[in-house]
């Protein structure tokens, strides 16, 4: 990158100050006024860099770097392809064109195999349906060369956000999913006619068992699924899919 102020700082409450600037094949332009970029709350996030020209690679990834980020830098699709996704929260910048696979047919196959991963597209050579297609595929942004230090780092911010609830909801099934596997079978089968709106007398009558018998299991449904109350034992399982009929 060319010469020019640091494209970041650290301030005493240890938020991130990025100062804008341009990336480009020749380097960033004079920085000017500082913003402030809250940090993400997971730690060591990873920012995928995919682009043929290595001056851009070394560009991003220093800047991304100088953040406090990771970055994994690769000159195509293929290269991709043999370090696989990183486990905590990520975001892909990504080239239209490259050798070999395009960005957007990476975009298309991420989609159609379900692999969410935030992309922001960069190129040198955009038109408007190309950026269409690509926000219609979900991209976070599409940017053109050259462009702002800090229309990357907003865009990289909001898809890190996403990929974090995304992380966030994967923990929260996870841990649904584990305490669903402590129910007996009986268990389970009281939770679901609860869930579904029946009475204690009622779901006696169904599985041919006692009223008390039906309150002792769902007595322990609601302590083995950690529920505060019936509308959020309705709310775990409907996340679950578990609601049964009447």
Known sequence: MGECAPAAAVDSAGSVLVRRGVVDHTGRQPCTGPKTMPPPPNAQPTIIIIDDDPSIRDSISSLIRSIGFQARTFGSVAEFR?????NGPACLVLDV???????????????????????????????IPMSVQAMKGGAIEFLSKPF????????IQVGLARDEARLDDEKSMSALRTR????????REVMAKVVAG??????????GISEITVKVHRGQVMR?????????????ADKLKLAGPG
């Open 198 to 207: 029946r009475l204690n007398k009622q779901i006696a009558g169904d599985l």
């Open 97 to 127: 064109r490259l050798p070999g696979q395009s960005g957007l047919e990476l975009q298309r196959e991420l989609l159609a195999s379900n692999i969410q991963l935030p992309i922001v597209f960069i190129t040198g050579h955009g038109d």
């Open 224 to 236: 083995k699924m950690k529920a505060s109350s019936l509308p959020d034992l309705a709310r775990m």
């Open 82 to 86: 043999k370090s696989g996704r990183p």
């Open 148 to 155: 702002r230090d800090q229309d990357l780092l907003d865009a």
């Open 180 to 187: 669903l596997e402590t129910l007996t079978a009986r268990e």
